[in-house]
């Protein structure tokens, strides 16, 4: 007997797959029902799936969602809350995975960027998607990126021609609205930067009002020999959306990626991001916060993999357990063999704030190669008292003197994001999700 | 009335008494060295003023002006001027000096019921005292007492006091690990800092730091109880002869 999860896309999903975006391709119709038969066939995956060991979808799989929204097109969206300080470029808005011209702007995009919605170029030629759209046939894809693959027709494809540097930020929005049901969404980017291109792009999930939706996303990331990308990921959705996000990111020759994540919103999110650096002296610096507070769960997976010589990598990642929020780490480094000359490090430190609060982190270090430098570190710890007592001891009271301490926790991962009013931005939504705003000084 | 009463004061660390039945006086504008062996209990008894938690008080009492000081928070404490300058001053990776001073100097503000001081006034003030502490502007802009040298994190307490203006000033062996010029700098600090409406209590385990700040009372403490009391000649006596001299003349009869 399946699931209400799965029942509820067994049912309507075959109708809504005819009146997708680029239906009637036979190799994507043919696709499609691939993944939406795979994901039916084997379900959500089990808590003895050493993937989800940390991460039980018990409780999702007695709900159902409405696949899809046809009210999309039309929801209401407060344009205010689009808004980002530091971020005034071209920006892609989404209101549950589906495009909304009248809330982006894609005018006069800078010479050297294409910037589409997937629904948009499936219509126009698919064919160029082709092989990236179809990639994770081939791949172990685990039930929500099946769900993806099946039922995202749209999404962002974004495109910088080689030597193009690309000076304002790219500014991509998922929004999700209050329905009087429960929706799943699914949404699909894809991004290449051709070579010594530049790109900074800024992904935000937001909501304009409580709801319970479930939301995937799948992005591929290809940066050619020398391109350079930074990612800066502000996830606030609100505190009850579920939210499943899949990054695939390559790297060529000396390409670089600065990848920068803030977790702060969500039920249930799930994060995992995959990197493969496949040309030599490729480098990846990850960093990131994630603050599970209330009930949430936020879950982060890196899946770093080291394919060329002197390939670098450094991932920085801090945790805030507060209340009952739970946050789970994985973060696996696989240096190849003949990926000679690595150096690849991560550590991940954790802070719990509650006694009922819970971090698991699994460093994983796996290396095939020689003179390869490595070090990995994971803890999860308390407040440091004698801190506390310092800071109390000069009149600052015990509330601000956490979120003071909090903040200063989480710093070492967000201080070196480049956007110096993008930076202080973050600073302030972490700082509001802590128990005591630091309002004293 | 005195700033500063301890009664009988009996405190319990770790299962372990520390502080067994110590009394002592303070009053306002005063001078008071408090001198004994490693593990006396001195740094005990700061913490115990300035409220650390883990620290039992078991027995006794502390007033501090009109107020039961027991039964405040550390915040409360400092806003209502008491200071402890640490033995073992914190560092605090990730949290800037300048800001945390900021902080600490607006929330005592703020808790008193006075106007809190914008960026301007509060560098205005922030300049005069670090002239009087000869304290490189640039630890400013650092962490708090993240990479500061022995010497530089002592001034820095100091320096912290001269912000916060405190009514009791509590220095932990502030003259701890400085060399002889470190210690007159931080003397000089402190000496500048002396007012008829501020006392100190000054814990040292050298006679030294008394040579530089001259105290109006030196007292003795030996196994959690002040077993001595006496002018700044009692620090003299005690340097000619160690501690060894007060728990043969000073101590209770049969304390080991
Ligand atoms: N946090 C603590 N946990 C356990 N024992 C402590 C603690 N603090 C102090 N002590 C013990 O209390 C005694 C007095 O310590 P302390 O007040 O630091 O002495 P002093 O400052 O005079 O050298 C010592 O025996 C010390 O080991
Ligand atoms: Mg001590």
């Not at chain 1, 920068?260 to 040309?279: I, M, N, P, Q, T």
């Amino acid at each position: 007997m399946a699931s209400a999860f799965v029942q509820s896309f067994a049912e309507l999903a075959p109708d809504i797959l005819a009146a997708m975006p680029g239906s009637g391709l036979p190799w994507l119709d043919a696709f499609r029902r691939g993944q939406l038969d795979a994901f039916v066939r084997d379900g959500l995956p089990g808590t003895r799936s050493e993937a989800w060991k940390y991460t039980t979808l018990r409780a999702l799989e007695r709900r159902a969602f409405r696949p899809g929204d046809s009210d999309a097109a039309i929801r209401d969206v407060d344009a205010a809350c689009l808004q980002l300080e530091g971020v005034d470029g071209p920006r892609l808005v989404f209101v549950h995975g589906v495009f909304r011209p009248d809330l982006s702007t894609l005018d006069d995009l800078p010479p050297g960027l294409t910037l589409q919605p997937l629904s948009q170029a499936l219509a126009e030629d698919a064919e160029p998607l082709r092989f990236m759209l179809t990639r994770g046939e081939a791949q172990a894809a685990d039930a929500f990126t099946r769900l993806n693959a099946a039922l995202a027709g749209d999404g962002m494809v974004l495109r910088v021609a080689g030597h193009a540097r690309i000076d304002v930020p790219v500014h991509l929005l998922q929004v999700g609205a209050p329905a009087g049901e429960d929706l799943a969404w699914h949404a699909r980017n894809i991004v290449e930067l051709g070579e010594d291109a530049a790109l900074t792009l800024v992904e935000h999930h937001i909501g304009t009002g409580t709801h319970t939706h479930l939301g995937t996303q799948v992005s591929d990331v290809v940066l050619h020999a020398r391109a350079q990308l930074a990612w800066v990921v502000l996830q606030e959705a609100p505190d009850g959306a579920l939210l499943f996000r899949h990054d695939r990111l390559r790297l060529d020759a000396d390409a670089q990626a600065r990848v920068h994540a803030l977790e702060l919103g969500g039920a249930l999110v799930r994060h995992e991001f995959d990197a493969e650096l496949r040309g030599e002296g490729a480098r990846l610096d990850t960093r990131g916060a994630f603050l599970p507070g209330g009930r949430q769960h936020i879950e982060t997976r890196l899946d770093i993999r080291h394919l060329a010589r002197h390939t670098a990598s450094d991932a920085l990642w801090r945790g805030v357990a507060d209340k009952r929020g739970r946050g789970v780490f994985h973060g696996a480094i696989t240096v190849a063999e003949g990926a000679d000359g690595t150096d690849a490090a991560l550590s991940n430190k954790n802070l719990l704030l509650s006694p009922h609060a819970e971090i698991d982190t699994q460093p994983v270090l796996e290396i095939y190669a020689d003179e390869v430098m490595a070090a990995h570190g994971a803890t999860v710890g308390q407040f440091d008292e004698r801190s506390l007592f310092y800071l109390r001891s000069r009149g600052i009271p015990a509330d601000a003197a956490r979120t003071l301490l909090t903040l200063a926790f989480c710093r070492a991962a967000l201080d070196d994001i480049g956007n110096e009013v993008l930076r202080e931005h973050l600073g302030k939504r972490l700082a509001a999700r802590l128990p005591a705003d630091g309002e004293t000084a | 009335m005195n700033l500063l009463t301890i009664e009988n004061l009996h405190v319990r660390v770790a299962g372990k008494d520390i502080l067994k039945g110590l009394s002592l006086t303070l009053g306002a504008g005063e001078v008071h060295a408090v001198m004994g062996p490693n593990g006396a209990g001195k740094s005990t008894l700061g913490y115990v003023l300035a409220g650390r938690e883990g620290y039992e008080v078991t027995a006794g009492s502390v007033r501090f002006l009109d107020r039961d000081l027991l039964t405040m928070a550390p915040e409360e404490r400092a806003a209502a001027g008491v200071f402890l300058a640490f033995q073992y001053p914190v560092e605090i990776p990730g949290v800037n000096n300048t800001y945390f001073l900021r902080a600490a100097v607006n929330a005592q503000r703020k808790a008193r019921g006075e106007e809190e001081l914008d960026s301007v006034q509060f560098l205005k003030m922030v300049r005069e005292k670090l002239k009087v502490m000869q304290l490189s502007p640039d630890l400013l802009n650092r962490a708090v007492n993240e990479g500061f040298s022995g010497g530089e994190k002592k001034r820095n307490e100091i320096f912290q006091m001269a912000l916060l203006e405190p009514k009791l000033a509590i220095l932990d062996e502030t003259d701890s690990g400085l060399d002889i010029d470190a210690l007159k700098q931080v003397a000089e600090g402190v000496n500048a800092q002396r007012d008829p409406q501020r006392s100190f209590l000054v814990i040292t385990h050298y006679q030294r730091l008394l040579d530089y700040i001259e105290p109006d009372f030196v007292h003795v403490l030996a196994d959690g109880r002040i077993v001595e009391s006496g002018d700044k000649e009692l620090a003299k006596k005690l340097e000619a002869h160690g501690y060894a001299w007060v728990a043969e003349s000073g101590e209770p009869a049969g304390a080991a």
